[in-house]
């Protein structure tokens, strides 16, 4: 089934996101995993080398909302994540990053200040419920999205 296909039959979504690092490797991945009222799945994943467990978790999220950004979607979005600090940053923690200059109060710099500044657009465009779960712990849609992540984690990197 096509993106447009998938959200045109979809009044309701839940998405899992989920994100890695594996230090030793200096590799990442993120998985991520659209269900709609019907069971229906599409997925998405992706990798990148140089990078972080944060911005892994926080690229799941905003690849998933740029994905649903562009055609219509439903009214009723869940997104649900194992990634605390993601929830704490849509909690509050962006803006006062914002009012704080993008720096913590030791002074040292934000990581991966683009991705939480496209996050909070997305999460404003949209009428977006986000959710906590616990990582690893029998939820489905977790699991598939960590397996995703995983999987794009060990894929060869090519330069194009």
């Known amino acids: 089934m096509n993106h447009q296909d998938f959200i045109a039959q979809s009044d309701y979504l ?5 994100g890695g690092y ?3 490797q200096d590799k990442g991945g993120w998985g991520v995993v659209f269900t709609n ?3 229906e799945q599409i997925t ?9 467990s944060l911005e892994m ?8 909302l740029e994905w649903l950004a562009q055609t219509p979607y439903p009214q009723q979005i869940d997104l649900f994540t194992d990634s605390k600090i993601l929830i704490e940053g849509l909690g509050g923690k962006i803006a006062r990053y914002r009012r704080q200059n993008w720096l913590h ?3 040292r710099p934000v990581a991966s200040r683009l991705l939480w500044e ?8 949209m009428r977006i419920n986000v959710h906590w779960i616990k990582g690893h712990a029998r939820h489905a849609g977790n699991l598939q999205a960590d ?3 995983r999987q794009a984690r060990l894929k060869e990197h090519v330069a194009l």
């Open 14 to 18: 839940k998405i899992y996101t989920d």
């Open 22 to 24: 594996e230090a030793r």
């Open 37 to 39: 009222q019907t069971a």
């Open 44 to 52: 998405l994943h992706g990798h990148a080398s140089q990078t972080s």
């Open 57 to 64: 978790e926080l690229t799941a999220a905003v690849k998933a």
């Open 105 to 107: 109060l030791s002074g």
């Open 118 to 125: 496209k996050l909070e657009l997305l999460t404003q465009q």
């Open 147 to 149: 397996q995703l992540a």
